[in-house]
């Protein structure tokens, strides 16, 4: 009777100890859509999710200082065994390659309004916080280094109507 009740005891203790289920990417669904910078910020900028399928998405994002491209990104957020994932690389225009290889960052955090990505590797690259604000609304964190010292870069994002 007692071993019974030991057994019974450790297969309720290992359930609820059990790890939470890594994100996913289907809970981005907040983030797909076009997204452009509010009239009137000094770096206009645009960036756009297609809607999560098969555990992925794909995006884009380009710089616009004076109306003209000058900085493109080709991003992608996929699920693995361990949660989010995020690639990206950067391209000037006529896609000449500024990263040699995709830059990589892991959620640690993700829900309804908000993912956090950490940068993997030792790169200048820190963090990327994308929370939403409002349901046409999200601002956009980046944590880097330039010349050695720290630099966070604020980039509030507003969701354009389809056409």
């Known amino acids: 009777m007692n071993r019974c009740l030991f057994v019974i005891a450790l297969a309720l203790f290992t359930t609820t100890i059990r790890a939470a289920d890594p994100p996913r990417v289907a809970n981005l ?6 997204w452009k910078s509010p ?3 000094k770096t ?50 006529g896609m000449v390659d500024v990263d040699k290889e995709p830059l990589i960052l892991r959620s640690t955090e993700t829900s309804d309004k908000r993912i956090v990505l950490e940068a ?15 349901a046409n609304r999200v601002v956009v964190t980046v944590d880097t280094t330039r010349e050695s010292k720290p630099l966070r870069l604020t980039i509030p994002l507003e969701r354009t109507p389809p056409k």
Do not use: C
């Open 44 to 93: 206009p900028s645009e960036e756009t999710w297609v809607a999560p399928t098969g555990g992925s998405m794909m995006g884009m994002f380009r710089m616009m200082p004076g109306g003209k491209p000058s900085l493109y990104e080709f991003l992608l957020i996929e699920d693995d065994a361990d949660g989010v994932v995020m690639r990206f690389r950067h391209y000037r225009p």
């Open 39 to 41: 009239a009137g910020e």
């Open 120 to 134: 993997q590797g030792n790169g200048p690259l820190k963090k990327i916080v994308y929370e939403r604000e409002s």
């Open 29 to 34: 669904t907040w983030l797909a859509g076009t």
